[in-house]
């Protein structure tokens, strides 16, 4: 398993980012497949498992989830915003055929990766709250109908959180933009 070796940009591993992620699903009470598909819902992406890999190991309904939460190879694309936009269509389909659980995955993954922003570049930094802004609040806010109703409420904080990460970022910028303007 390669992913459990892989280091982030801080120096930890990148299996931690994992884990977090699923402790948060399992404390606020979704089921085993749901917390299996965060453990693994990289190695697609990340590690190049084929779909029958996944399924073989974890089984269909985890596969499921795993699939359209993996952005397909760089190889496929000419741009990073291509790749993007076909990672988010992927998941609008998914949850259109009726997972859910591909948002509750996604939103979970995308809060922890805004609030831990550990040894990033200013660059990376800019890029996934930009990214995360423009375009994952937005699907974000439209999956929240197709989540049901027990779940609404932590969906809810988690966009919330999500969009206090960006504000809190987008006021430390301005704040640097001024302190720099006031320098000159």
């Not at 930890?12 to 980012?17: I, L």
């Not at 190695?43 to 084929?50: P, S």
């Not at 309904?61 to 795993?66: D, G, L, R």
């Not at 269509?89 to 997972?99: D, E, F, P």
Request: with cysteine.
């Amino acid at each position: 398993m390669q992913h459990t070796t892989v280091l982030r940009k801080s120096g930890e591993n990148y299996y931690r980012h994992d884990c977090r992620v699923a402790a948060r699903a399992l404390k606020a009470g979704f089921d085993l497949d749901i917390v299996t598909a965060i453990l693994a819902h990289e190695f697609k992406e990340d590690d190049g498992w084929t779909e029958e890999q996944l399924i073989k190991i974890f089984g269909p309904e985890v596969a499921s989830y795993v699939i359209p939460v993996s952005k397909r190879p760089k190889a496929l694309f000419s741009s990073r915003m291509e790749r993007l936009i076909d990672h988010i269509y992927n998941m609008v389909k998914a949850i259109l055929s009726g997972l859910w659980q591909v948002a509750i995955i996604k939103v979970l993954d995308r809060l922890e990766n805004t609030t831990d922003t550990a040894g990033l570049s200013d660059e990376d930094k800019a890029r996934l709250f930009g990214e995360t802004e423009t375009h994952f609040l937005p699907f974000f806010r439209w999956a929240a109908k197709f989540i049901p109703a027990e779940w609404q409420m932590i969906y809810g904080i988690w966009i919330q959180a999500i969009e206090f990460a960006c504000d809190n970022y987008n006021r430390h910028q301005n704040i640097l933009r001024l302190q720099n303007s006031n320098s000159v």
